[in-house]
Structure formats: structure tokens, C-alpha cells
T-cell receptor, first 115, second 112 residues
Framework: NAGVMQNPRHLVRRRGQEARLRCSPM?????VYWYRQLPEEGLKFMVY????????ESGMPKERFSAEFPKEGPSILRIQQVVRGDSAAYFC?????????????FGPGTRLTVL | QQQVKQSPQSLIVQKGGIPIINCAYE??????FPWYQQFPGKGPALLIA?????SEKKEGRFTISFNKSAKQFSLHIMDSQPGDSATYFC???????????FGTGTSLTVIP
């Protein structure tokens, strides 16, 4: 049973370009979470999605960031017009259910570098 | 505003020592407290978790101590090994919520 898959593992963008980060949850998991990790800091929650629905986006910046989890295919975190401050590791996690007691399984992350 | 405060930021122990990492929280609605282990270049992986109805949980060499009245919990690693060298994150979540609030992490180095 494959774990959470994220791609690309490393992404380099120039300021003003768009970044698309993909996350395929574990088989049977329909709940996806995105976190951002800045150097020397912990993980900060960004958004929680179920299939075709955004449940909680309270951690998402109001501009330039969006996320989706379509009925078919991976979850996508999209960052438009990237700036240097967007450079970070972005982790996706999935869980089998919505309860806060469910373990969240993390992917290996996408390391975004903005030049 | 950091919902979960973690200390120390870094820790160095000799092999066989017992590193202790501490976390504190304010929100009494938190009722699930996991610890995650992260190796360089990897995603965090669940190590052990506790709910506030118990004061201690042990799994192998890892033990969580929980003090509900003080709103603190800690991770103890018995007989630490060089392979335990990693960054450890505590976290907290609520039954009705789904996001995890993470501490800022502790970088542990176990010297052979």
C-alpha cells in the first residue's frame, strides 16, 4: 500500500511564475491537508479538503494561493505569482476520516525554491 | 500566535541517555496530542500519541507524560540511540477540528 505521494519533490520557480504542487493521498483516504514548513520552524496548517470540497482554509493566505481536490486525480496546491517568501517545504497529509483523532499520514514534501 | 509551545529547540545527548522534550498548550479544547519524528528530507511520521484521559503512554522506548492540569506534555526517549537523531514535533488537535497545531520542533542529536 503506497503512502502519500507528492510531486515534484523539488520545484524551482522565478518570481512571478506559478507553482503547482500535487498530492495523491493514501489509498482509501479522502481527507487531505496541506502544511507549510519554513526553515527552522514547525509545520503550519494551510487547508483541509475532502473530495470536491474545501472544509477549512483558515491557514491559507488570502491571495495567490488556492487548493483543490477533484473527484478524480490528486489534490493540487497552486501558488500564483510566487515571491521569495513562498520558498518553503510544502507537505501534504491524508487521513481516512475527519476526526481529529485520526492519524495524518504525511508525504515526503515538495521543496519550493523561488529565485 | 503559537498554539503549542515546544522546548528545547535543540538537544544533544550521549547514547543511552534520556532526552526529554516538553510542550505546553493553552486551549483546553485540545484532546489529542501526537508526536511526530522527521528525518532530513522526509515528511513527518507519527511516533506516539496520547489522549488526556491518561497520564502516561509508553510504546517501546518512547513515553509520553501528560499533565492535564498544567496543560503540558512531554516525550521521553529511553536508551537513546544515534538512529534517534531527528527533529521531533509535538502537536495538538480537537475532536471537532481537523488541523493539527504543531510545535516549532526539537532537533535531537544522539552522540555515539
Amino acid at each position: 500500500n503506497a503512502g502519500v505521494m507528492q510531486n515534484p519533490r523539488h520545484l524551482v520557480r522565478r518570481r512571478g511564475q506559478e507553482a503547482r504542487l500535487r498530492c495523491s493521498p493514501m489509498k482509501g483516504h479522502s481527507h487531505v491537508y496541506w502544511y507549510r514548513q519554513l526553515p527552522e520552524e514547525g509545520l503550519k496548517f494551510m487547508v483541509y479538503l475532502q473530495k470536491e470540497n474545501i472544509i477549512d482554509e483558515s491557514g491559507m493566505p488570502k491571495e495567490r494561493f488556492s487548493a483543490e481536490f477533484p473527484k478524480e486525480g490528486p489534490s493540487i496546491l497552486r501558488i500564483q505569482q510566487v515571491v521569495r517568501g513562498d520558498s518553503a517545504a510544502y507537505f501534504c497529509a491524508s487521513s481516512p476520516g475527519p476526526s481529529g483523532y485520526n492519524e495524518q499520514f504525511f508525504g515526503p514534501g515538495t521543496r519550493l525554491t523561488v529565485l | 500566535q503559537q498554539q503549542v509551545k515546544q522546548s528545547p529547540q535543540s538537544l544533544i545527548v550521549q547514547k543511552g541517555g534520556i532526552p526529554i522534550i516538553n510542550c505546553a498548550y493553552e486551549n483546553t479544547a485540545f484532546d489529542y496530542f501526537p508526536w511526530y519524528q522527521q528525518f532530513p528530507g522526509k515528511g513527518p511520521a507519527l511516533l506516539i500519541a496520547i489522549r488526556p484521559d491518561v497520564s502516561e503512554k509508553k510504546e517501546g522506548r518512547f513515553t509520553i507524560s501528560f499533565n492535564k492540569s498544567a496543560k503540558q506534555f512531554s516525550l521521553h526517549i529511553m536508551d537513546s540511540q544515534p538512529g534517534d537523531s531527528a527533529t521531533y514535533f509535538c502537536a495538538a488537535s480537537m475532536w471537532i477540528g481537523n488541523q493539527f497545531y504543531f510545535g516549532t520542533g526539537t532537533s535531537l542529536t544522539v552522540i555515539p
